[in-house]
């Protein structure tokens, strides 16, 4: 019952959300929405026992796509006004694609044959209690992945770290530059100047004569 | 087999990957200036590798972690070439790179690193393998393509080289989880064993035809070679000498050993696709090369047609066909490096000059250049008594054996055409009018690469091709 509740409610935002992406006028709104976006279908992976996923979902795409396009957003100066011209122009041609696929989808659906319960049954079959219900002992999600991500697929593992390194030394090479003439800080130097440095206790009202 | 003794089956790439990340800590506390002892140590690595290749404990062919990496007499040949091109290429491009100004101990280990790549993709067993053997690779060289980072020539080249790229994995991806789809499983063992078994395999073509055209995409074969010139011209030249040599062999292995152990069962769906990609690759590098001023752009279309020549030898699909795309891919191998040891030697005042015309009347002012450049043309061009004859020799004859005599006559008919332009620079380079004189101070490295190159096309191959047979022969059988 509260897992239907949270479906519903989790769903709705879900799609809500997604339409204010498109919808709302600042694209700063339209990212902010994104986001919501994406935690309403982390909830919905929760519901489906794919907690991992969820997981993935929350640190990947809101933690670090979401900010990027955030940053990019505010970065660039969009200019709607100009986007927009060219809108009426546009419409017979944009009005004519979207008939012709509101038409396809009209007759995929009409041709579509829905299968009978029966049908449904043989494709999907009823889970046995071991599959719904999760040995609470068992491995969870990400224990499951865990063991089979560092035995059987080692290999791939591997390759995919040194692939991102690989990024790494890419964005590197191909975008950082030695700044001449930038003042650094190095501690060890300061706390080096012993001899220059003079300590003085000052006197509360006398000042340094 | 435990963990230990499989890693002791894969000591090469292990050499690579840790070797690659020590020198890259070597060279950041270094700094740049030590980039010449660091492109000396990654030769050294990659020499090593060859060694550990060679010299692999235990029986031949044997599958590890689950049937993803395969070593076995295809690999090991594939291996030793590449390894050894990408040695010639970090040792070739180190006075290049000091008179640009690039020297940066990323190069070398850059280059190992896409080594390391091409290494997983000859002995990729399983699509996922595959795909992120071509990754590594694939990341590595679109970092080497922009390397000159200041040219504007040299960006647009990585960023098309990438964009494309990407496409292209895209498509090989889409492929990929087409075939999973249709046959359950991504072993290349697994696959073949369930089109052996499956009455009708659509699905499974469909998938392949993708599949194919990402590949396809890699070795640079027609329709798929539209980047291949702009990525050769724009790149630094020494990066072009390695992208034409080594990335191409592997890329070809990969190639060959996808279509033949995945999926021997549907050979007749594939042939005619193949064959479509060889007849294509030969008629673009055959005609588009004619009009070429730039030599560089001559060498991209030149490697396109290549391709389509040695895509001959995979169409026949027999084990005389992957012989016979072995020794064609490495004797195309050597005489590429030989070339572009050659362009660039050809230095004025102000740095590398890349146009035909520049090589008028080379006789006259520097007759020993000339000469090698003759005979790595004849080769290139395939007149008889060069090593290239005998490379198309072989691919046309395993065509023969399988029944598809019109490709091998497409194939003598688009040699015949692409003559035309090598012997063109021949002439050029004895009739005609001197240019001015290059620069003669080249350094040992690029003479010895091209006199040795040279030497190997005519006439040392020519008297050990039986020799070359014989390893491309066992390596081929492994296969099979």
Same mark, same amino acid.
Request: charged share 10%; net charge negative; proline share 4%.
């Given at each position: 019952m509260i897992a239907a509740a949270a479906f519903w409610i989790f769903a709705a935002a879900a799609i809500l959300s997604g339409l204010m992406v498109i919808a709302s006028k600042n694209p700063v709104h339209s990212v902010l929405f994104l986001i919501s976006a994406f935690i309403s279908a982390a909830g919905l992976f929760v519901l489906m026992g794919a907690e991992y996923l969820a997981m993935l979902l929350i640190v990947?795409?809101?933690?670090?796509v979401a900010v990027l396009f955030l940053f990019v957003v505010m970065m660039l100066d969009v200019d709607f006004v100009e986007l927009k011209q060219g809108f009426l122009s546009y419409l017979p041609i944009g009005a004519l694609i979207a008939a012709v696929v509101v038409v396809e989808l009209i007759m995929v659906v009409f041709v579509w044959a829905f299968p009978s319960d029966a049908e449904l049954k043989l494709a999907h079959p009823a889970p046995t209690a071991a599959q719904t219900v999760a040995d609470p002992d068992g491995p969870n999600n990400i224990e499951a992945i865990g063991l089979i991500l560092y035995t059987d697929y080692v290999h791939y593992f591997q390759i995919a770290g040194m692939i991102l390194l690989i990024a790494m030394i890419g964005a590197i090479v191909l975008t950082f530059r030695v700044r001449e003439g930038v003042r650094t800080q190095d501690p060890a130097e300061q706390a080096n100047r012993a001899k220059e440095i003079e300590l003085v206790d000052i006197r509360p009202g006398e000042g340094l004569s | 087999m435990g963990l230990a003794e499989t890693l002791t089956y894969a000591w090469p790439e292990l050499a690579l990957a840790v070797g690659a990340m020590a020198l890259l800590i070597a060279g950041v506390f270094l700094g740049n200036g030590a980039s010449k002892h660091i492109s000396l140590a990654s030769v050294v690595l990659l020499l090593i590798a060859v060694g550990l290749v060679l010299f692999? !404990?235990? %029986?031949a062919n044997v599958s590890l972690f689950d049937g993803a990496f395969r070593v076995d007499g295809f690999s090991t040949f594939a291996k030793v070439i590449i390894y050894l091109a990408a040695a010639i290429a970090i040792l070739m491009s180190d006075r290049y790179l000091a008179g640009e100004e690039? #020297?940066?101990?990323?190069y070398p280990v850059l280059i190992v690193l896409a080594a390391l790549g091409m290494s997983l993709m000859a002995s990729a067993t399983d699509l996922i393998s595959l795909y992120m053997g071509i990754e590594t690779q694939s990341l590595a060289l679109y970092i080497l393509a922009s *390397?000159?980072? @200041?040219s504007r020539r040299s960006t647009e080249a990585g960023l098309k080289y990438f964009v494309l790229g990407a496409l292209s994995s895209g498509m090989l991806l889409y492929g990929a989880s087409l075939i999973y789809g249709f %046959?359950?499983? %991504?072993s290349f063992a697994g696959i073949a064993e369930v089109a052996a078994q499956a009455e009708n395999n659509t699905g499974l073509v469909i998938g392949l035809v993708f599949l194919i055209s990402g590949l396809a995409f890699k070795v640079s074969?027609? !329709? *798929?070679?539209?980047w291949t010139p702009d990525v050769y011209e724009g790149a630094p030249t020494p990066v072009t000498a390695f992208f034409a040599a080594a990335p191409k062999f592997a890329a070809m292995a990969l190639f060959v050993r996808t279509l033949t152990t995945s999926v021997p069962g549907v050979i007749d769906d594939w042939r005619p696709i193949v064959a479509m990609i060889a007849v294509a690759s030969m008629a673009v590098g055959a005609f588009s090369?004619?009009?070429?001023?730039n030599i560089k752009r001559l060498m991209a279309y030149s490697s396109i047609g290549h391709m389509g020549y040695a895509l001959i030898g995979l169409a026949a699909g027999t084990s005389q066909g992957v012989s016979s795309v072995l020794i064609y891919m490495a004797i195309y191998v050597a005489m590429t490096i030989g070339a572009f040891a050659c362009i660039l030697m050809m230095r004025r005042r102000g740095g590398l000059t890349e146009n035909? +015309? @520049?090589? +008028? #009347?080379l006789t006259k002012t520097n007759m020993p250049l000339a000469v090698i450049l003759t005979i790595l043309l004849f080769s290139l061009a395939g007149? !008889?008594?060069?090593a290239g004859f005998f490379g198309k020799w072989y691919v046309f004859f395993a065509a023969v054996d399988a029944d598809l005599v019109w490709l091998a006559i497409i194939g003598v008919l688009a040699s015949a055409v692409s003559a035309f332009y090598y012997l063109r620079i021949v002439w050029f380079m004895w009739f005609d009018d001197p240019a001015p004189a290059f620069e003669r @101070?080249? #350094?040992p490295v690029l003479t010895v690469t091209a006199w040795g190159s040279a030497a190997l096309m005519f006439p040392v191959l020519t008297v050990f091709m039986g020799l070359l047979t014989r390893l491309a022969g066992d390596a081929a059988a492994s296969l099979f």
């Amino acid at each position: 019952m509260i897992a239907a509740a949270a479906f519903w409610i989790f769903a709705a935002a879900a799609i809500l959300s997604g339409l204010m992406v498109i919808a709302s006028k600042n694209p700063v709104h339209s990212v902010l929405f994104l986001i919501s976006a994406f935690i309403s279908a982390a909830g919905l992976f929760v519901l489906m026992g794919a907690e991992y996923l969820a997981m993935l979902l929350i640190v990947v795409y809101v933690g670090a796509v979401a900010v990027l396009f955030l940053f990019v957003v505010m970065m660039l100066d969009v200019d709607f006004v100009e986007l927009k011209q060219g809108f009426l122009s546009y419409l017979p041609i944009g009005a004519l694609i979207a008939a012709v696929v509101v038409v396809e989808l009209i007759m995929v659906v009409f041709v579509w044959a829905f299968p009978s319960d029966a049908e449904l049954k043989l494709a999907h079959p009823a889970p046995t209690a071991a599959q719904t219900v999760a040995d609470p002992d068992g491995p969870n999600n990400i224990e499951a992945i865990g063991l089979i991500l560092y035995t059987d697929y080692v290999h791939y593992f591997q390759i995919a770290g040194m692939i991102l390194l690989i990024a790494m030394i890419g964005a590197i090479v191909l975008t950082f530059r030695v700044r001449e003439g930038v003042r650094t800080q190095d501690p060890a130097e300061q706390a080096n100047r012993a001899k220059e440095i003079e300590l003085v206790d000052i006197r509360p009202g006398e000042g340094l004569s | 087999m435990g963990l230990a003794e499989t890693l002791t089956y894969a000591w090469p790439e292990l050499a690579l990957a840790v070797g690659a990340m020590a020198l890259l800590i070597a060279g950041v506390f270094l700094g740049n200036g030590a980039s010449k002892h660091i492109s000396l140590a990654s030769v050294v690595l990659l020499l090593i590798a060859v060694g550990l290749v060679l010299f692999a !404990p235990g %029986t031949a062919n044997v599958s590890l972690f689950d049937g993803a990496f395969r070593v076995d007499g295809f690999s090991t040949f594939a291996k030793v070439i590449i390894y050894l091109a990408a040695a010639i290429a970090i040792l070739m491009s180190d006075r290049y790179l000091a008179g640009e100004e690039l #020297g940066r101990c990323e190069y070398p280990v850059l280059i190992v690193l896409a080594a390391l790549g091409m290494s997983l993709m000859a002995s990729a067993t399983d699509l996922i393998s595959l795909y992120m053997g071509i990754e590594t690779q694939s990341l590595a060289l679109y970092i080497l393509a922009s *390397f000159n980072r @200041d040219s504007r020539r040299s960006t647009e080249a990585g960023l098309k080289y990438f964009v494309l790229g990407a496409l292209s994995s895209g498509m090989l991806l889409y492929g990929a989880s087409l075939i999973y789809g249709f %046959t359950g499983t %991504t072993s290349f063992a697994g696959i073949a064993e369930v089109a052996a078994q499956a009455e009708n395999n659509t699905g499974l073509v469909i998938g392949l035809v993708f599949l194919i055209s990402g590949l396809a995409f890699k070795v640079s074969a027609a !329709p *798929f070679h539209m980047w291949t010139p702009d990525v050769y011209e724009g790149a630094p030249t020494p990066v072009t000498a390695f992208f034409a040599a080594a990335p191409k062999f592997a890329a070809m292995a990969l190639f060959v050993r996808t279509l033949t152990t995945s999926v021997p069962g549907v050979i007749d769906d594939w042939r005619p696709i193949v064959a479509m990609i060889a007849v294509a690759s030969m008629a673009v590098g055959a005609f588009s090369a004619i009009a070429q001023n730039n030599i560089k752009r001559l060498m991209a279309y030149s490697s396109i047609g290549h391709m389509g020549y040695a895509l001959i030898g995979l169409a026949a699909g027999t084990s005389q066909g992957v012989s016979s795309v072995l020794i064609y891919m490495a004797i195309y191998v050597a005489m590429t490096i030989g070339a572009f040891a050659c362009i660039l030697m050809m230095r004025r005042r102000g740095g590398l000059t890349e146009n035909i +015309a @520049d090589l +008028a #009347g080379l006789t006259k002012t520097n007759m020993p250049l000339a000469v090698i450049l003759t005979i790595l043309l004849f080769s290139l061009a395939g007149v !008889p008594p060069t090593a290239g004859f005998f490379g198309k020799w072989y691919v046309f004859f395993a065509a023969v054996d399988a029944d598809l005599v019109w490709l091998a006559i497409i194939g003598v008919l688009a040699s015949a055409v692409s003559a035309f332009y090598y012997l063109r620079i021949v002439w050029f380079m004895w009739f005609d009018d001197p240019a001015p004189a290059f620069e003669r @101070d080249t #350094g040992p490295v690029l003479t010895v690469t091209a006199w040795g190159s040279a030497a190997l096309m005519f006439p040392v191959l020519t008297v050990f091709m039986g020799l070359l047979t014989r390893l491309a022969g066992d390596a081929a059988a492994s296969l099979f």
